[in-house]
């Protein structure tokens, strides 16, 4: 046990800032590289990079590794720093945290679209939205609504209801 334990790494809120990552993916990231690092030089290979994420559980896409990893390796060394493997990482991370958002939002579209027409109206909009915030008052459900109806249709496709959930 280091003296340093508990106490992040000062590099972790400028990797968080830069790449979208949070401070505990960050930390998994960490101990992943400095678990592959042996000699404690300070960087990867590619091949390290994506063996440490598919242990993490993370989809890695070999063309997409191979894109990812030319971006961040501008010298072509075929060695990656602990921000460069960070920003390619980020690259995997958040899109699959998307894809799944995007699945889930799917999944409960389709719940409420129960005729399976391809839009929701608002009123059904203004329940799920009390669901999820008992406090709005129904002048600000109309201004949510005001704001996601782009067309003023009285309806939402899915695109519109994913632009809304997804800020």
Partial sequence: MGEDEGVPDPEFPLIAESTGLDLEQIDSLKKGFEGF???????ISQTTMQMILKSMGVKVDKDD?????GEVDEAASGKFSFMQFCQVAAKFMIEDDEEQMKEELKEAFRIYDKEGQGFITTDVLKEILREIDTTLTEDDLDNIIEEVDDDASGTLDFDEFQAMMMG
Avoid at 37 to 43: L, M, S, V, W
Wanted: glycine content about 24%; overall charge negative; hydrophobic content about 15%.
């Fill in 37 to 43: 690092d042996k000699e404690g030089g300070g960087t």
């Fill in 65 to 69: 590794m191979d894109n990812y990893a």
